[in-house]
């Protein structure tokens, strides 16, 4: 099919609406709440692309996916085009169709975005990936790469480091990913839930590495059973991707009490050991009628969504900020809010209040008012005095980051950190020690599925190069 | 897979299992633990190395089936494997030659103990070594903890076996002598004992140090549901612990924490029992 439309034509079609599970349908279930594109809506989506010579969307995204050229590969429908393209740029498109925040890379340089909606690009992602699972007997063969005879261990099998193994396994390299837990995807698979990512995602994601000849290697922790040193002579390189992970605490009096979780504890229950999803779960999480999640990031809704899919009646979301400052997805934010969760803006938490058993009951807050910028260039939120109010609460969830984990760094002393703790890397991801190279949340501390693949992807070539030196 | 090579019951309801996992066992040293998962859909259950051989290639789990998952556990028998096994984690005890040294093992704690003992006396240590628990049958490791020791010995709450009583009276008369008075106390067992033996030593400024067991997932730092106080700041004992010093801990609340899911774990086991019952019905 030809991809002939004159730019009038393009311009007149409308972006089109992604399907959605009804809300009052899936706040009772963790099926994914994106149903994705139907061909046709794929079809019309892609056919608003202009395929611009500037290429902007490309310029926006962390891993630089062919963005113009897979859209149009799909407008003529060369699906398996569109795929090999896709999948050469990007290890986990499936992935990033679900989860990247396409409105504020990609889409957001989008040329038609200037005068009306971009082209929905992070739904044709999905739409191209989801399809090249779904017909592999269809998809163009990936040449096998001769051996290069060098090897290189990647520490975490989270976004950054299934990234980096795939673009030096397609060089040739032999590459062993090794994982602290006992199941593969890092933060993909105990941090984000199955209604934004289904598991089976994942599986499929990684066993396109496993194909291409990646090892896997679950419960092995760097820094505790092997050490970075160890690592260096056992591999010509080594990549540490091994995520942030240690729970910012909220220092506010009752953070011990029952039913206080940190996000990734009750992420991980849920997410990684199926509590509440599965009957036959071993592994039990607290369920209560009202859920206070403390944060505006993607984790806090991950957690407010989840609480509600577990039973919550009233499940909050409690930020100091307001709500044009959340750092949050649109989209989760706009999700969340369909399927009942509350905004309580602009309170910050004073105290967890226990019950005579020490069982949270309550969250005393008080109201913030936004004040002058700060470092970030966010407004900074002031207290006023004389607000204090109590929301009743039977779980509290912390959601409000998480640090460097010293786990590994502590195994070797050679590596550069910063004052926080992040391992210090170059834009190539070269650390201080020749042959080790670092990205994702231990170098950033925490950000997005994305940029650490967009990390993941820049250290591949980089050490690509230093293999060929 | 980690093959499982023995699986020997040392008293009721406590098994000894060796497992065959050769990274861990070089890398192990006394006071690790690793977070077993026997298989998909079970919980993560943090288990004390109980011993290990570099050269074989194997660690020594001592472990105590107490709940659903740990009855699991222990029901594989040498020949079968265990799906997961992560470590070794946590700090490794702090061996020195301290001079004397009282090691206090209460039930499975006791367990946990065997290891310190081991280094201890390997440090060249001078080792009283009380062990208690509720009878006879839960005295457990004695031949082993016996010849490591310059002075062994048992308490059990019926009279059973040993002196009839708590393990913090012979604990008690020891401090209180100022020849026998030890240079560090290491307690093992259950959060009321340990926080008796705090208190016990805490007049005598004797250095104490103390193993936590809290509830745990991934045991590397990330999750903090092991955290505990300790001197009135958040610790977690997966990665800063398991082992602290007795006069800091927050023992309270520690206990407290411990029983987040005693509803969720009563449920689960009246559940095990009926299928088990099914399992054996004809």
Known sequence: MKNDLTPKERLAIERTDMPELPANVRSGNFEEVNLGLTDEQALTEARRCLTCKSRACVAGCPVAVSIPEFIDALARLDLPLAARILRGDNALPAVCGRVCPQETQCEAQCVRGIKGDAVAIGYLERYVADWAMGHPGELIKEPVPAPSGRSVAVVGCGPAGLTAAGELARQGHAVTIFEALHDTGGVLRYGIPEFRLPKEIIDQEVALLTGLGVQIECNVIIGKTLTIPELREQFDAVFIANGAGLPTMLNIPGENLKGVYAANEFLTRVNLMEAGRREDSNTPVIKRREVAVIGGGNTAMDCVRTARRLGAERAMILYRRGEAEMPARVEEIKHAKEEGVEFIMLTAPLEIVGSEDRWVSALRCVRMELGQPDDSGRRRPMPIHGSEFEIPAGVVINAVGTGANPLLTASAPDLKLNKWGNIVADGTGATSIPGVFAGGDIVRGGATVILAMGDGKSAAAAINQYLKR | ?282
């Open chain 2, 1 to 282: 897979m980690f093959p499982v090579l023995l699986n020997e019951i040392l008293a009721e309801n406590l098994h000894k299992m060796v497992v065959s996992a050769p990274r861990i066992a070089r890398a192990r040293k006394p006071g690790q633990f690793v977070i077993v998962r026997l298989d998909q859909g079970e919980e993560r259950i943090p288990l004390t190395i109980g011993d290990s051989d570099a050269e074989s290639g194997t660690i020594t789990l001592f472990i105590q089936a107490v709940g659903a998952s740990t009855r699991r556990i222990v029901n594989t028998p040498a020949g079968g494997a265990l799906r997961d096994v992560a470590g070794p984690l946590g700090k490794p005890t702090h061996i020195e030659n301290f001079g004397r040294v009282v090691c206090v093992g209460g039930g499975v704690g006791t367990a946990v103990l065997f290891p310190l003992v081991k280094a201890l006396a390997a440090a060249d240590n001078r080792i009283t070594t009380i062990v208690g628990g509720r009878s006879s049958h839960y005295i457990i490791l004695a031949d082993e903890l016996a010849p490591l020791s310059e002075k062994f010995l048992v308490t059990t709450e019926d009279g059973s076996i040993g002196i009839k009583g708590f393990v913090t009276a012979p604990l008690a008369e020891i401090l209180a002598d100022r020849h026998r008075r030890p240079q560090a106390v290491f307690a093992v067992g259950p959060v009321p004992m340990m926080k008796a033996v705090a208190e016990l030593t805490r007049p005598y400024k004797v250095e104490t140090v103390v193993s936590l067991n809290p509830i745990m997932i991934d045991g590397t730092g990330m999750c903090g549901g092991c955290r505990v106080q300790i001197g009135g700041e958040t610790k977690f004992a997966c990665v800063d612990g398991p082992e602290f010093d007795a006069h800091l801990v927050d023992f309270d609340g520690l206990s407290d924490r411990l029983t987040s899911y005693r509803k969720e774990e009563a449920a689960r086991h009246a559940e095990t029992d009926c299928k088990l019952g099914r399992e054996v019905a004809p």
